[in-house]
């Protein structure tokens, strides 16, 4: 009788490292769950395919006045000094403040480089599925490319649809890196 309690606990040893670390639940494979109160929010994946593949729905709890963002960090190796984009269709229900996709450039020393998110051209309040994009250029001194989908207050969203990929220089930046913004001294101290 003694081998059955050993044999348990064999078992549980092997279920518990068979699971993966940190995983949450509802959360796709390779993807987290971050933000300011991601713990307000529920994700869970669509069982069937959709018009744009598979999707995720990100629904606040109650009136939540944080966000949760679904999210990657990736290495930049394979991405520097080119020009990428990050896309994908949401919709949603009661979507009290925003909506949408963001992405985000840091550097060896860990300062964002680029930064670019579509709360200005995201989704806002109810309504069927919208494809959104940022594109921009890696710069060549970069470390981690950021990206992903975020829900800022109440309501609830649908993705589907998401890519990653390199495109060519004649697809237009949806913003600038702040390296290109910065000068190396101050112009313009007369306000002429």
């Known amino acids: 009788m003694r081998g059955i309690p050993a044999i348990i606990a064999l078992f549980a040893a092997f279920v518990v490292a068979a699971m993966p670390l940190h995983a949450e639940a509802g959360v796709p494979k390779g993807w987290t769950l971050q933000g300011s109160k991601p713990n307000d929010y529920v994700v869970q994946m669509e069982s069937e395919k959709g018009l744009h593949g598979r999707s995720v729905l990100i629904e606040a709890k109650d009136d939540s006045q944080g966000n949760a963002t679904l999210m990657q960090a990736i290495e930049a190796d394979h991405y520097r000094g080119k020009r990428i984009r990050f896309s994908g269709y949401i919709k949603g229900n009661g979507v009290k403040s925003w909506a949408g996709l963001w992405m985000r ?30 594109v921009f250029d890696v710069p060549r001194e970069s470390e981690t490319i950021s990206f992903g989908v975020l829900l800022s207050g109440a309501g609830k969203i649908w993705v589907s649809g998401l890519k990653f ?15 290109h913004e910065l000068s190396k001294t101050p112009v313009n101290m007369d306000l002429e």
């Open 165 to 179: 990929e390199v495109v060519g220089k004649s697809v237009p930046v949806t913003v600038k890196s702040f390296s």
């Open 105 to 134: 450039v840091n550097d060896m020393n860990n300062r964002v480089t680029v930064f670019d998110n579509t709360e200005k051209r995201g989704f806002h309040g109810d309504g069927d599925w919208k494809k959104m994009d940022i």
